[in-house]
């Protein structure tokens, strides 16, 4: 009597048992023919870059949340009349709101659709927005609370759609299609200042920008569910084979596994720097700008709104201009570099945020005596710091397999914030508060006040460039690992190791298992 078939859909051929002769079930009697490879997960090339382009667009109208309040400030403070550490407390509930959140859509990129989290985030961020524009001043605590909600919105974008990218493309591709990507963090910062800025000299009413944006926000999402496919993860490293199929591991699995990685989280702790300094930065520099303005007798002080957002602007082109080419150059020194040197995306990393440091120290120390200086250091600081958007990402997902980078660039994305720009704008804005309380009343001691709470940020970034010396250490080691196809959680590697021989073993004795 003939041997039957197992039946691939149903069982699949990694549940059938070797037989005598190192054949598969019946396969060795020649009874039943060979199963058929599974077809590849593939889309064409032009699709990709459409979803590249549309995430591109949405990390733009993001990273505008961040900062279109700070374009205001001055205005926001006279509305619900909050001081200083008060105003800061605003980019601190928002960043907090972000990062408790980014562990939730992290676990959820992970294992479910990341094309409804991205959906139901932007949904949850310009409604928020929008909601938050009609607050009259008495409820002060009310707009606090919808900038949370903003925040929580913005991490399952921040958190998911890296991943997708990464899951697109690959190698070289994948590192222009990130920088274009992370061009949008200084471009959309930038113009965030600018169109909050903007739109209240033309309206006469802060408010009113914050009402513009859901427009353009559901534009994003109509583009978003139409053209933006949801890849399988690995998709892109597994050209020629099945990219789904991996073993699922549990969240604290990934956990011990990322907390295992050196490289992962040596550049943590360096994006932490980073983001401490540019979320103060971003949050005070055009009050700052303005103080020293006033300070040197160029621009009268703000007793009343509208307040003068020339600063604003200004600020806004120079994020702009030196992040479009900061990340330019970063991503393309990286390119180039790491085929001379395997480490280079560490080394620039860290030599970039240790000579931005001394530059922005001059910018904060030199505003006082000359305007002109101040904005050519801190144009120079801000261009060294753009370089490393795009490189950190590439970084990330390089050491990190596939099944896990949801989960990395939450976790990534929750120390960076809770260690850095949560508190950033509120501690400057507090060393403010207290250095003026023992100075007398006047613009200049105001201004020197912020001034001194701003130095700290030169020596935070020092300590980032040094968190990056040490990722170099262990780059390449971490990639390699990264790369293997049995490279797991200590639970899961047996399992993956297995999964992995009988995939060979049907494919045949010349077939590769992966596309590096």
């Known amino acids: 009597m003939s041997a039957e078939c197992p039946d691939p859909g149903t069982e699949g051929p990694q549940d059938w048992s070797l037989g005598s002769g190192g054949h598969y079930g019946a396969l060795g009697s020649g009874q039943c023919p060979p199963p058929t490879a599974p077809t590849p997960w593939s889309l064409p090339r032009w699709r990709a870059y459409v979803a590249a382009a549309v995430l591109c667009y949405t990390n733009l109208l993001n990273y505008m949340n961040w900062f279109i309040v700070a374009g205001v400030l001055l205005d926001v403070q006279k509305f619900f009349q909050i001081s200083d550490s008060n105003a800061g407390l605003l980019q601190t509930v928002f960043i907090g709101c972000l990062l408790l959140s980014a562990p939730v859509f992290g676990y959820l990129g992970d294992r479910h659709s990341r094309k409804a989290t991205l959906s139901f985030g932007i949904l949850l961020w310009s409604g928020a927005g929008l909601s938050s524009s009609f607050i009259s001043p ?9 900038r949370g909600v903003v925040g929580t919105g913005s991490a399952s974008y921040s958190t998911i759609a890296p991943t997708i990218l990464g899951d697109l493309f690959v190698k070289d591709q994948r590192t222009r299609v990130l920088a274009i990507f992370y061009i949008f963090i200084p471009v959309g910062s930038g113009l965030g200042y600018v169109l909050g ?3 209240k000299e033309v309206t006469g009413d802060w408010r009113w920008a914050l009402r513009i944006m859901p427009c353009l926000e559901a534009v994003a999402l109509i583009l978003l569910v139409v053209l933006v496919p949801d890849p399988p993860r690995g998709a892109a490293e597994k050209q020629g084979e099945l990219a789904v199929g991996d073993v ?3 969240w604290c699995e990934d956990l011990r596994y990322l907390g295992r990685n050196w490289s992962f989280v040596w550049s943590t702790l360096g994006v932490t720097a980073m983001a401490f300094v540019t979320g103060a930065l971003g949050f005070w520099a055009p009050k700052f700008l ?3 303005r006033v300070v040197h007798g160029l621009q009268l002080p703000c007793l009343q709104q509208p307040c003068n957002s020339q600063d604003s602007l200004i600020f806004g082109a120079l994020t702009v201009v030196t992040g479009i080419i900061g990340v330019v150059l970063g991503a393309e020194a990286s390119r180039r570099y790491k085929k001379i040197n395997p480490r280079a995306e560490a080394l620039l990393c860290a030599s970039s945020l240790l000579a931005a440091a001394p530059c922005l120290y001059l910018a904060l120390i030199l505003a006082p005596t000359t ?5 050519v250091f801190l144009a ?3 261009l060294l710091l753009s370089c490393n958007w795009a490189v950190v990402a590439d970084i990330l997902l390089s ?3 596939p099944r896990c980078r949801g989960t990395a660039e939450a976790l990534q994305i929750t120390v960076g914030h809770i260690l850095g720009d949560a508190g950033s704008p509120y501690l400057t804005g507090l060393i403010s508060s207290a250095l003026r309380a023992r100075r007398p009343d006047s613009y200049l001691q105001r201004f ?3 001034q001194q709470s701003f130095l700290s940020c030169a020596f935070v970034i020092v300590l980032g460039g040094g968190c990056f010396l040490m990722v170099a250490l262990r780059l390449e080691w971490d990639q390699a690992q990264a790369r293997q196809p049995d490279t797991g959680t200590s639970d899961s590697k047996d399992v993956d190791s297995k999964d992995m021989e009988r995939r060979s073993l049907l494919s045949g004795p010349g077939a590769s298992t992966e596309d590096h």
């Not at 008495?138 to 919808?146: A, M």
């Not at 305007?371 to 904005?375: K, N």
């Open 138 to 146: 008495q409820y002060s605590w009310l707009f606090f609370l919808s």
């Open 197 to 199: 800025s903007a739109v």
């Open 248 to 250: 699922r591991s549990s």
């Open 290 to 292: 303005f103080e020293a």
């Open 371 to 375: 305007l002109l200086a101040s904005y």
């Open 380 to 382: 120079l600081g801000e």
């Open 399 to 401: 050491v990190v397999m």
């Open 448 to 450: 020197l006040s912020l």
